[in-house]
């Protein structure tokens, strides 16, 4: 089975600073996904970042960026220019995948409470 | 509407009780999911179909729950037999593409 570590059950960053968040992963396969999720305060769960595990190069979306290292089986995201939307919980995920754009099971991490203090 | 819709967005019942719970996915997305978050965790998986079938129902945590989706668009989640431990907010999400999920809103139940 995949387990999914967020190790930080809290973090805070000030406005405009940078911040990373940990996540680290278990699985014996070689194909699957990475996504990092936000669920900001009393509002739904909505998709960030994801990293297909056979791309070698880092996936960015605007301020967002990750740090994926297969071999440690760890993938971080780095927030740039923190702004006070992004006060949310972030949930790092994983998903199995067998080849034909088809969709599996997502595991969740426990999540980090990120705080952007002004 | 153009989001995931779930309803009731809380219901409160008593202990033995059943429930429905209905999703209404975005029009199109083949897959939806069914996960049960608790205060201060993550998301827990319940089930997914791909389609009308359940792909994989292994999340499911008794034969108290169960879910259909018997069109391949609106999908219902039945607890049976409600228990104290089953209080949670159950979040519906429905996708296209691979792991990219839409979220409905969750429905809070409670069960007293």
């Known amino acids: 089975a995949q387990t999914v570590t967020q190790s930080q059950p809290e973090m805070s960053v000030q406005e405009a600073e940078t911040v990373t968040l940990s996540c680290t992963y278990d699985?014996?396969?070689?194909?699957?996904?990475l996504f990092w999720y936000k669920q900001p305060p009393s509002r739904q769960m909505i998709l960030v970042i994801r990293?297909?595990?056979?791309?070698?190069q880092n996936a960015t979306e605007n301020r967002f960026s990750v740090n994926f290292q297969k071999a440690a089986k760890s993938f971080s995201l780095k927030i740039s220019d923190s702004q006070l939307g992004d006060t949310a919980m972030y949930f790092c995920?994983?998903?199995?995948?067998f080849g034909g754009g088809s969709n599996y099971k997502l595991t969740f991490g426990k999540g980090t409470l990120l705080t952007v203090n002004p | 509407g153009a989001g995931v819709s779930q309803t009731p967005s809380n219901k409160v019942t008593e202990k033995g009780k059943y429930v429905e719970l209905r999703c209404d996915p975005i029009?199109?997305?083949?897959?939806l999911y069914w996960y049960r978050q608790s205060l201060g965790q993550g998301p827990e998986f319940l089930i997914y179909?791909?389609?009308?079938?359940?792909?994989?129902d292994s999340g499911l945590p008794n034969d108290r729950f169960f879910a259909v989706r018997p069109e391949g668009s609106v999908s219902t989640l039945k607890i049976q037999r409600t228990e104290r431990g089953d209080s949670a907010v159950y979040l519906c999400?429905?996708?296209?593409?691979?792991?990219?999920?839409?979220f409905g809103e969750g429905s809070r139940l409670t069960v007293l």
């Open positions: 999400a429905s996708s296209l593409n691979p792991g990219e999920l839409f």
């Open positions: 699985t014996s396969e070689n194909n699957y996904y």
């Open positions: 990293q297909e595990a056979y791309k070698q």
């Open positions: 995920a994983f998903m199995m995948t």
């Open positions: 029009s199109g997305h083949t897959a």
């Open positions: 179909f791909q389609g009308t079938g359940a792909a994989d």
